[in-house]
């Protein structure tokens, strides 16, 4: 009998033009509530332009589909495209409730799982300085406390050598690069108590069958 269960989604992007996003995201939702999962982790992209009437179709629908208890991280479009600015916190916060960085702990038959959210803060400059150095220390200082604990990791951006990129057809340099990419490559692999989740790609679930670390993966080995 499993512990628990949980739902997990990326790159809702509503407000994107051509495709009913609010539908297909309260079809998930719908989904997941109707399982009864324990929560459900969105890796990032919940909106198309960051616009806060985009924020505001999020806040409507996640308060629909409550007992999905949702949870969710920043991706490149949260963000303001080619801007320093990055990021408006307190909008983000206003409407989705969450902070840029957080966890939410599980306890289940004696045990407690730990899901850390790492959010990002600019889309610019690529996608070399995504993340603001203090959240990735203290993502590696959750992961240190909690090393003999599992620890599930929710964010955007994923590996491109090791996942997310089948085939190695994606675009060129749309993905994390530079100290950043090594920096978290090397605490995915030094806590190997860690999963982590990305988003970002794109690949439909049923093309986990071609590479079956697309946007799951633990250690390089």
């Known amino acids: 009998v499993p512990m ?17 996003a609010e539908a297909d995201f309260r079809r998930a939702l719908g989904f997941f509530q109707a399982e ?24 409507q629908t996640i308060m629909e589909f409550a007992a999905a208890n949702v949870f969710t991280t920043t991706g490149n479009h949260d963000c303001v495209e080619g801007s320093s600015k990055g990021i408006d916190p307190e909008l983000w916060t206003k409407y989705t409730h969450m ?15 730990h899901f850390l959210f790492l959010g990002m803060s600019y889309w610019y400059n690529g996608f070399s300085s995504a993340y603001l150095d203090y959240h990735i220390n203290w993502l590696e200082n959750m992961l240190e406390e909690y090393r003999n604990e599992r620890c599930f990791v929710i964010t955007h951006l994923f590996f491109p050598e090791r996942s997310g990129n089948l085939l190695e057809i994606y675009p060129q340099a749309n993905w994390l690069s530079g100290k950043q990419l090594a920096r978290l490559q090397d605490l995915c692999d030094r806590y190997v108590n860690s999963i982590w989740f ?24």
């Open 4 to 20: 628990y269960s949980f739902g997990l989604l990326s790159d809702v992007h509503i407000g994107y033009s051509g495709i009913d």
């Open 36 to 59: 009864g999962v324990e929560l459900t982790c969105i890796c990032g992209d919940i909106t198309q332009n960051g616009l806060e009437s985009e924020l505001q179709i999020y806040e």
């Open 99 to 113: 902070p840029m960085v957080y966890e939410h702990a599980v306890e289940s038959n004696g045990r407690v799982d």
């Open 198 to 221: 990305s988003g970002h790609s794109h690949w439909q679930w049923e093309l986990q069958k071609y590479e079956d670390r697309a946007n799951i993966y633990r250690t390089y080995n």
